[in-house]
């Protein structure tokens, strides 16, 4: 495979008979392996389920989608599979050469143009001083340390000809960085909405930028002293200019029409999308016509698509996953078939790798020093810095032009390539292994909940928002808290969105009288985000609202919550139950699956108590809390830290006037005495107090052996059908005999025992409950399964948090 690919490289001319393109069939007597296209076909489905089945190895592992790739293409290259033998013979003669490289190449354009698209140049404007510091830090430090170190090496070392000649440009090439790349990355670590992921997104723009600009001076200058033409590298940068003007001021309107003519909430028209399409191709032809690379085009006009829905979603909706998973693995046969390690003399290695692990050190220094001086911790800073450094596919495609223009040998190409794959296989699982964002939200003495705040604090919430729907019932269960001057809540509330069409995540503060930047998403948030204005108009003076959008990946959308949780100091998390229920019959009618796993996420690392909302239309009412005779809401308290505290919240509740409480203990006095006992008890004299008197409210006990007998009473009681909300804890002991077999019919683990008793498909309730989980602390978050908690020595001792009154709400920006 090696000779073939030496043969198309060197210009060579090799006679093979032709029989067709397409074959008649094996049974008119053909050998489909003797076709191109059949082999295009064989090739494409061996590279892409090879990649798939390495994937699934070693992403367990820490590693990176890209690492899969590379050593795929090593496995089906020369060294390995595709050297010489009958392998090589049947699924990669040289006569399918021309077909699969140009599919390939057409997969790569696919694919530099969907990095474009998901590129969102604003960021780089809107770049803070320390990402904007560690971007141009990490581009020149590792340029010049590299560049003088092959200088040195350049003077002082003897080596190969070509080695001597090409030593700068590879120290160049060793310096370079991606946004991709990079991004890429903090996608496979699930890192995208952590501290570190946005920094890092944001600084290697700036550098990616950068990077960018030093390659495409230094291709077009190498293209026109190759060329027979002295004036070819003005007319080159002419060309470049004429084809910039073209895309932003012809293309990009044209789109921007295009999002116009498409309605809210309306499909991408499929005639639109070809013409992306036919302007893609223009592109890439346009610079293939100017000498220029046939890939330069479509990048800048993947940059020049308006990002986000509705255009940017739907290319990337239509293109990745096919360009992901099946075009760009045969892409990486074709790079990694100019790996050969026959190739490779260990003079050569050793000159090479000294660049490598001078740039690797500069880029290193030159985004731990400024992160260091920004007071970020070190083992923040050293991960950062691994990070900026990895290298992938934008690296791959660079060296391979080099190669293409002269600026380096084969043998320089293999052992950089071999480079960018260990370098990248090492720096991920040791991120992974550094770094943990769930980390700082866990802590081992810090309470953040209702039920150990200071009495008549304020109460800080944060409220997540998935759906329009889900507005009026969270406002009416912020009514219902008792927002008074006396007993103020500071809100938050962040419109949850999965990213689409874009690579970086984005976190939207919405100020009043402003208008974002961002028009599409802040547009998608406005009617919930006007309506929690309207409501804290007329709470006056009782709720101080904050409002935000965050767009980011389902399976790091988590971060964001816990994250500002953490930053704003609340005591609790609302999040809508990802089923909604008819009003009329009750029965589910959405079941959403990622957003059931990001409820699961934010339970598991939230820095403080979160309150899960099943809503089946008794608290969904146009008509407020206030103008309301009485509203009964029911509670059922068993025992442990999350009944506490969805009993204290209750017992908030209960001060407003128009809220009936009924609370109901059920008592089981065969119980051996429970850890939780003292504690419980205290909770429950103070809630006897609080309502003694009170006509409205009501304390009662329920004495129960077994599960058998705790269905009945709530049953009994009518829980079902008198209440307008029941308030429950999540997790209970799964040893004690009121829960015993109830494990086995647990259909919503995350809704605890009770709770999914309440939300079952076979329940006749038709009252919307809350189910409250305690904040747990880290040694908590060690002993406690998912669903249940295990009886400990002793409940783990705990500070109380003093909030002052003046500390008021806040915008967020990062």
Not at 316 to 343: C, H, Q, T, W
Not at 363 to 376: A, F, N, R
Not at 578 to 601: M, W
Not at 713 to 727: G, P, W
């Amino acid at each position: 495979m090696n000779n073939k690919t030496q043969a198309l490289s060197n210009g060579t001319w090799v006679c093979h008979a032709q029989k067709g393109s397409r074959s008649k069939g094996f049974f008119f007597g053909d050998n489909p392996l003797d076709f191109p296209t059949t082999i295009l076909y064989v090739q494409i489905s061996i590279s892409a389920l090879l990649t798939s089945f390495l994937q699934f190895i070693l992403n367990p592992l820490g590693e990176s989608t890209f690492t899969s790739q590379m050593l795929v293409g090593i496995i089906l290259g020369p060294s390995v599979l595709g050297g010489g033998n009958v392998f090589a013979d049947t699924v990669f003669p040289m006569k399918s050469f021309y077909i699969s490289e140009t599919f390939a190449f057409f997969g790569v354009m696919l694919f530099l143009f969907l990095v474009g698209v998901k590129m969102d140049i604003s960021v780089v404007k809107q770049t803070g001083r320390k990402a904007l510091v560690i971007g141009i830090s990490a581009f020149f430090v590792p340029l010049i340390l590299n560049m003088g170190f092959a200088l040195v090496l350049q003077r002082t070392v003897t080596m190969e000809p070509k080695l001597h000649k090409s030593i700068i440009i590879i120290a160049v090439f060793q310096s370079m960085s991606s946004f991709h790349v990079i991004a890429c990355l903090l996608a496979d670590l699930k890192l995208l909405n952590s501290e570190i992921g946005r920094l890092a997104v944001s600084s290697s723009m700036v550098s990616g930028v950068l990077s960018f600009a030093c390659l495409s001076l230094a291709f077009a200058t190498r293209q026109s002293l190759i060329g027979r033409n002295k004036f070819s590298l003005p007319f080159m940068g002419i060309s470049m200019f004429c084809m910039f003007i073209l895309i932003v001021y012809i293309m990009r309107p044209i789109m921007l029409w295009m999002v116009a003519q498409t309605r809210k909430g309306k499909p991408f028209k499929e005639g639109y999308i070809c013409y992306i399409f036919v302007m893609v191709m223009s592109c890439s032809l346009i610079g293939e016509v100017m000498g220029l690379h046939f890939m330069l085009g479509p990048m800048i006009l993947g940059l020049a698509v308006p990002e986000g829905p509705p255009l940017g979603s739907a290319l990337v909706e239509k293109l990745d996953s096919y360009m992901s998973l099946i075009l760009l693995p045969s892409y990486f046969v074709f790079g990694a078939a100019r790996i050969n390690f026959s190739l490779i003399k260990m003079k050569t290695v050793w000159v090479v790798e000294l660049l490598t692990v001078s740039s690797f050190c500069g880029k290193l220094i030159g985004t731990v020093v400024p992160s260091l001086y920004c007071k970020m911790p070190a083992v923040d800073a050293f991960s950062l810095g691994l990070i900026m450094s990895a290298q992938g596919i934008i690296d791959v495609i660079t060296l391979q032009h080099g190669m293409f223009l002269k600026l380096i040998d084969e043998e320089s190409f293999s052992i950089m390539a071999l480079s960018a794959l260990v370098s990248t296989a090492i720096i991920t699982p040791v991120v992974k292994f550094l770094y943990d964002p769930s980390k700082r939200y866990i802590s081992t003495m810090r309470r953040r909940t209702i039920e150990h705040a200071l009495p008549n604090a304020e109460l800080r919430m944060l409220a997540c928002i998935y759906q329009e729907d889900s507005t009026p019932p969270i406002i009416n269960l912020l009514e219902v808290s008792n927002p008074t001057p006396k007993t103020p809540i500071f809100f938050y509330v962040v419109h949850l969105i999965r990213l689409s069409g874009r690579t970086a995540p984005v976190l939207i503060t919405h100020r009043p009288g402003k208008r974002s930047a961002r028009t599409f998403e802040s547009h998608d948030s406005d009617r919930i985000v006007n309506a929690f204005r309207l409501y804290e108009e007329h709470s006056s003076g009782g709720l101080i609202m904050n409002a935000l959008t965050a767009i980011s990946p389902y399976a790091t959308m988590h971060d964001d919550v816990c994250t500002l949780a953490l930053e704003k100091r609340t005591s609790m998390v609302l999040i809508p139950f990802h089923k909604q229920f008819n009003e009329l019959s009750g029965a589910g009618v959405l079941d959403n699956n990622p957003i059931r796993s990001v409820n699961q996420n934010i339970l598991r690392n939230s820095p403080c108590s979160v309150g899960i909302l099943l809503d089946r239309g008794t608290l969904n009412t146009n008509v407020t809390i206030s103008c309301k005779n009485l509203y009964n809401f029911g509670m059922i308290f068993v025992e442990g830290p999350d009944d506490r505290e969805a009993l204290a919240y209750a017992m908030r509740m209960a001060e407003h006037p128009n809220v009936s409480l009924t609370v109901i203990r059920l008592v089981d006095h065969n119980m051996k005495h429970s850890v939780h006992r003292d504690h419980d008890m205290v909770l429950i004299s103070k809630c006897k107090t609080a309502i003694a008197g009170r006509k409205q409210h009501v304390y009662k006990e329920e004495h129960v052996k077994d599960s058998v007998d705790m269905i009945n009473v709530i049953r009994s009681n009518s829980m079902e059908k008198l209440y307008d909300l029941i308030l429950v804890g999540r997790r209970h002991d799964s040893n004690s005999p009121l829960f015993m077999g109830l494990t086995e019919w647990n259909e919503f683990p995350e809704l605890g025992f009770i709770g999914d008793m309440l939300a079952s498909s076979d329940s006749n309730c038709d009252v919307s409950v809350l189910v409250v989980q305690q904040q747990m602390l880290g040694s908590d978050r060690l002993m406690v399964s998912d669903s249940s908690f295990k009886s400990k020595g002793k409940e783990g001792s705990f500070s109380v948090v003093d909030m002052p009154r003046d500390d008021r709400v806040h915008p967020v920006d990062y």
